[in-house]
């Protein structure tokens, strides 16, 4: 097993328990334990954040169906009781309510952040196209389908309110702007993949607009 | 799947248009209670003593703005007045933890009978927590850590010190002899920190512009971001700083190229090929500036 195929195992099925190959491999490659030591962690720290109040059914609906759609739910059949979870139905206890969304986005700026700076500088130079992966995703392409996901669930219930007060002109007007800002920093990381600097800003875009859609929820859902 | 959505928005949603009545008579009914001297166009008035430190938390989500000063007094005075009776506060005291909260009590009422504007004294050393959507934030003279959060409204700090978390939406703040650590972050909010004594400042914006105007303490660590914005510094020239400016596609305007020297540190820095850097040192080096603009301007120039 090689370090791109701990990564694939990583990312299809969770830490742990991971298969008897990829133990083989990290317990020889200091770069994958390394790259295990550092999710742990993440997933550590994610899991000590506080419970807050359930999060309306569509939040996870939405991740839920985002998830099957890219294939890492493989079965949407919840275990019987005693049965131990599958890793991605204790993911989704991050997302109990809109501010932890809005944190469980921030760590996958930063988990797809940790992929991408894994890809060493010793690895054979990226094209120009190199940013889209092999699976034809761009980086943060995860991210930026989760949300989607969100703006369109915020759209259909602003389609369902008539609230058209200052505060929310404001939130779609800087929606409208995060929105422009992130295309432009996806084209510019498209043409240049190592620019460093676009890369930071589109990630710090991508965090503000999760933070920007959790507080138009929040609104959406006080006042209908 | 999306059918599975549906049913449950809906079912949400009538869930909620059935309770609004009740929760609405509930609100008037038990804001009532506290607020009984609140009518429209009337003013509110509590005192709360406190022991040590207090932290004042404020959630305002009418409009109307939010002033905040410091007396000697070991009391927390809250004044607040409202311009209709569809707007009801609670406050509550809990030890030295005082919590303030305008609610609106009734959704279809007009912006205009939504103003509700909260006058706060507290003793000097005090920890703030204010949220508001529209109004003016105001603090003048307060000693504490302070999370101000806005939507559209303006924030103005003046001669307070503390960590200072700023975090709003396009509103813009202006810290005018600020001490201590300030983070700030907005989307088309702009940032102005004049005459400060921070030692460490973060300051973030996708499009707003931000300008520094002062000293920069000595081991100090000064980081400012615009996405679009010009990010614009004026250092004095008793000033002593290490400076890394970068930008993407924006341009760096250096007027103080009289002031920059090489870096004295013997690191040697360089733009990366995908962007346009400025890297130099004012005096001996000792405080950390660091400016980007994804596609601004970059400004940099001696104060007369």
Sequence with gaps: ?224 | MGMRMVNLSALGSDLKRGMLPVLGAAAFLCSGLPAAGAAAGQHLEKHFTVKTRPVVVIHNVANGRIEVKSWKNSEVDVLASQASDKIGFDMEQAGDRIDVTANILNPSAQPRELEANLQLTVPEETELQLKTETGLIYVEQVMGDMTLESVAGEVHLKEVSGYIIVRTTEGSLVCTQCAGKLDFKSISGGAQVLQPALTNVSLFTTSGNILFDGDFVRTGLYTMKSGKGLVEVRFSGNDSFDLKAQTTMGTVDNQAAAYLKPDSHGMMHRASKFTKGLFGTVGQGLAKVELSSYSGTIRILKRD
């Design chain 1, 1 to 224: 097993m090689q370090c791109r195929d701990v990564e694939i195992v990583v990312e299809q099925e969770g830490l742990a328990p991971l298969p008897e190959a990829a133990r083989a491999h990290v317990a020889t490659c200091s770069h994958c334990r390394e790259l295990v030591a550092d999710l742990a962690t993440i997933v550590s720290m994610a899991n000590e954040l506080p419970a807050e109040v359930e999060p309306p059914a569509r939040v996870w609906i939405s991740l839920q169906a985002q998830l099957e759609l890219e294939g890492i739910i493989k079965d949407p059949v919840v275990p019987a009781h005693g049965e131990r979870a599958p890793w991605w139905h204790r993911f989704s206890d991050l997302f109990r309510s809109r501010a932890l969304a809005t944190a469980a986005v921030g760590l996958m700026i930063v988990v797809a952040g940790i992929m991408e700076l894994r890809q060493g500088p010793d690895e054979v130079p990226m094209p120009p196209t190199a940013v889209v992966r092999p699976n034809g995703q761009i980086s943060f392409a995860q991210t930026a389908k989760v949300l989607n996901e969100q703006e369109i669930d915020l759209r259909n219930m602003q389609l369902a309110g008539t609230s058209t007060s200052q505060v929310d002109d404001s939130f779609r007007l800087n929606l409208q702007q995060v929105d422009d800002f992130i295309a432009d920093c996806e084209r510019r990381v498209i043409e240049a993949p190592q620019d460093e600097l676009a890369r930071e800003y589109l990630s710090n875009a991508y965090q503000q607009k999760a933070e920007l859609l959790s507080a138009m929820m929040d609104r959406e859902g006080s006042l209908h």
